[in-house]
């Protein structure tokens, strides 16, 4: 949150309906009705500030990377375009651990290839707030396991969300939650 003036008394809490979360199978949005497969991630839309008011992330909203590493892909989804950032922890010879940012406006300088540096900002918020989404703007979280073996053209929405495409883990095992 720092990277968006947030840091010290700035940032509380994220704020998460269950609909948000890592395998919910109900949607947060539109007619509030049912998944067409468990939510492969995290959105983050909501967070309490230092006031204790709840702010909404917005278009301008910047997202820093959450680790070191190499974008391997920039695919589009249904509210805007997602990031595939690939990160060298340890040395395996059958995945590799990625991290996905979806519904967003990469840096205009990125592409496959890149190297990104942990706090890096790779992308803004997508304003996906239009009458015909009805759908608020926010950072959708994948974290995984990706098989050597699947070709970096594979990693597009809805592929990504396969089992045998990734291995997906829960995000809010990997983020702060408050402060």
Not at 38 to 54: I, K, S
């Amino acid at each position: 949150m720092e990277k968006n003036g947030l840091n010290g008394s700035g940032f509380k809490k994220w704020v998460f309906e269950p609909p948000m979360l890592y395998r919910s199978t109900d949607m947060w949005w539109g007619h509030l009705g049912k998944r067409y497969r468990p939510h492969e991630g995290l959105d983050l839309c909501m967070f309490v500030d230092g006031r204790d008011r709840v702010v909404r992330l917005d278009g301008k909203t910047m997202i820093p990377a959450m680790y070191d590493g190499v974008v391997i892909r920039i695919v589009p989804d249904f509210l805007g375009r997602s990031i595939v950032l690939e990160h060298v922890f340890e040395k395996s010879c059958r995945a590799r651990f990625c991290t996905i940012y979806s519904h967003i406006r990469p840096d205009l300088h990125l592409s496959p290839g890149r190297e990104i540096r942990k706090g890096n900002v790779i992308a803004k918020v997508e304003d996906s707030f239009k009458p015909k989404t009805d759908i608020s703007p926010h950072l959708h979280i994948s974290l995984g396991w990706i098989p050597r073996s699947i070709p970096n053209e594979r990693l597009a929405w809805p592929e990504i969300g396969s089992p045998e495409v990734m291995t997906m883990l829960d995000p809010l095992d990997f983020i702060v939650v408050d402060s």
